[in-house]
């Protein structure tokens, strides 16, 4: 199967500083990609979608000054999230869609997940 | 609107079979989706069903589709220790046949 890895896994930051966490398609390109926020215990919600060489689509409620996403090549794309806050503690999941054929089903692929605790 | 909702825990002993039920509101789904998030991971996904079917089986797997109650069942035969986790359901809307919604979870404790 497709892997997809994040890095970190974790990060410990200080309120106001700037996390960037990584999401690579390890043996796929992928033109399209996903940044899910899960908080405990709760469901994934989808915040914005990645596309390789444009601009990122955000989803309503999603704030795209401080989640800034850069999807610069066809296996990676960056969440950065700017001036961290505690609230913006949550398990970031990201995922890169494989297209099979022209037309068919396009799976997602998901990363591990990066647990982030802003302090 | 988009809404996918399913109950949150389940227990069952091992041996038996768990069943996991959804409820979605959009009728225009394309995909439904069975992912599975073991602890401190991210989502496997087990399995998934066209909207035109009504069920699909993969060894153990069992999914179920009931498109006019807007249903959708998850049976899991023989369940083992391992099966212990989170077992999201979801569907893509076929409006953004990309886009996935995902419900609450069921955590799946197993019982010896």
């Known amino acids: 199967g497709a892997v997809v890895s994040q890095h970190p896994s974790w990060v410990i930051c200080k309120s106001g500083t700037s996390v960037k966490i990584e999401c690579r398609s390890l043996d796929f390109q992928a033109t399209t990609m996903f940044w899910y926020r899960q908080f405990p215990k709760q469901s994934l919600m989808l915040m914005a979608t990645?596309?390789?060489?444009?601009?990122?689509?955000?989803e309503q409620g999603v704030e795209k000054d401080k989640f800034l996403i850069n999807h610069a090549s066809l296996t990676l794309s960056t969440l950065t999230v700017t001036s961290a806050h505690p609230e913006d503690s949550s398990f970031y999941i990201c995922?890169?869609?494989?297209?099979?054929?022209?037309?068919?089903?396009?799976?997602?692929?998901f990363g591990p997940g990066t647990r982030l605790t802003v302090l | 609107g988009e809404d996918v909702e399913q109950s949150l825990f389940l227990s069952v002993r091992e041996g038996d079979s768990s069943v996991i039920n959804c409820t979605y509101t959009?009728?225009?789904?394309?995909?439904l989706y069975w992912y599975k998030q073991e602890p401190g991971a991210g989502l496997q996904l087990l399995t998934y069903i066209f909207s035109n079917m009504d069920m699909k089986q993969d060894q153990r797997l069992t999914v179920l589709l009931n498109k006019k109650d807007k249903h959708l069942s998850l049976r899991i035969a023989d369940t083992q220790t391992g099966d212990s986790a989170i077992y999201f359901c979801?569907?893509?809307?076929?409006?953004?046949?990309?886009?996935?919604?995902f419900g609450s979870g069921t955590r799946l404790s197993i019982r010896p």
């Open positions: 979801a569907e893509s809307p076929y409006s953004s046949a990309s886009k996935i919604i």
């Open positions: 990645s596309n390789e060489g444009s601009k990122a689509t955000y």
């Open positions: 959009d009728s225009s789904s394309t995909y």
């Open positions: 995922s890169a869609e494989r297209e099979h054929f022209p037309g068919s089903y396009n799976e997602q692929f």
